[in-house]
C-alpha cells in the first residue's frame, strides 16, 4: 500500500514570496490533515478535511495560509506572502476516518529567507 | 483543551537496557492516546495507541505503553533498547468526542552502543 505522498521535499524561499505545497493521502482514505511542525516542537495541526470539506481550520493562519482539497482527494497547502515564522515542516497525514489512526507523509521543509 | 507534556528533551539509554520515554495529558472525559515515532528526514510513524481496556498496551518494533489513568500519564516503554530505537517521539492525545490530535513537544531517544 502506497503511503501519503508530498512534493517538494524540500522549498527555499524569501520573505513575501509564495509558495504551494501539494499532498496525495492514501487510497481511499476521506479524512485528510496538514500540521506546521516548527523545529524542536511537536506538530500543530492547521486544518483537517473530510472529504472535499473543512472540518477545522481554527488554528490556520487565515490571512496568509489556504487550503482546499477540490475533489476530496489531492490536496494543497499554499502560503502567501511567506514570513520568517513560517520556516518549518509542514507534514500531511491521512486516515480512513475522523477518528482513526493517522498516517504522515514524509513532509515539505521549508525555508524563508 | 488539550494537552500533552513530554517532560525530557532526551533520554540516553545504553543498548540492551530497558528504556522509558514519559508523557502526561490533559484532556476532558476519556482519553485516546498515540505514541509516534519521527526518523531523520521522515514523517511520523504511528507506534501504538491506547482507546480503552488493557492498561498496557504493546505496539510495533516491541514497544509498548502504560496507561496510568490516576496519574494521567502514558509512558512509553521497551525492555531492552537497540540502537536503531534512536530517533524523535511524540506523545498524542485526543478527546473521545474531538478529531483534533494533539501533539507533546517530543522527546529524543539516543541509544549508545
Known amino acids: 500500500e502506497a503511503g501519503v505522498a508530498q512534493s517538494p521535499r524540500y522549498k527555499i524561499i524569501e520573505k513575501r514570496q509564495s509558495v504551494a505545497f501539494w499532498c496525495n493521502p492514501i487510497?481511499?482514505?476521506?479524512?485528510l490533515y496538514w500540521y506546521q511542525q516548527i523545529l524542536g516542537q511537536g506538530p500543530k495541526l492547521l486544518i483537517q478535511f473530510q472529504n472535499n470539506g473543512v472540518v477545522d481550520d481554527s488554528q490556520l493562519p487565515k490571512d496568509r495560509f489556504s487550503a482546499e482539497r477540490l475533489k476530496g482527494v489531492d490536496s494543497t497547502l499554499k502560503i502567501q506572502p511567506a514570513k520568517l515564522e513560517d520556516s518549518a515542516v509542514y507534514l500531511c497525514?491521512?486516515?480512513?476516518?475522523?477518528?482513526?489512526?493517522?498516517?504522515f507523509g514524509a513532509g515539505t521543509r521549508l525555508s524563508v529567507l | 483543551a488539550q494537552s500533552v507534556a513530554q517532560p525530557e528533551d532526551q533520554v540516553n539509554v545504553a543498548e540492551g537496557n530497558p528504556l522509558t520515554v514519559k508523557c502526561t495529558y490533559s484532556v476532558s472525559g476519556n482519553p485516546y492516546l498515540f505514541w509516534y515515532v519521527q526518523y531523520p528526514n521522515r514523517g511520523l510513524q504511528f507506534l501504538l495507541k491506547y482507546i480503552t481496556g488493557d492498561n498496557l498496551v504493546k505496539g510495533s518494533y516491541g514497544f509498548e505503553a502504560e496507561f496510568n489513568k490516576s496519574q494521567t500519564s502514558f509512558h512509553l516503554k521497551k525492555p531492552s533498547a537497540l540502537v536503531s530505537d534512536s530517533a524523535l517521539y511524540f506523545c498524542a492525545v485526543r478527546d473521545n468526542a474531538g478529531n483534533m490530535l494533539t501533539f507533546g513537544g517530543g522527546t529524543r531517544l539516543m541509544v549508545k552502543p
Open positions: 487510497s481511499g482514505h476521506a479524512t
Open positions: 497525514a491521512s486516515s480512513s476516518g475522523l477518528r482513526n489512526i493517522q498516517y
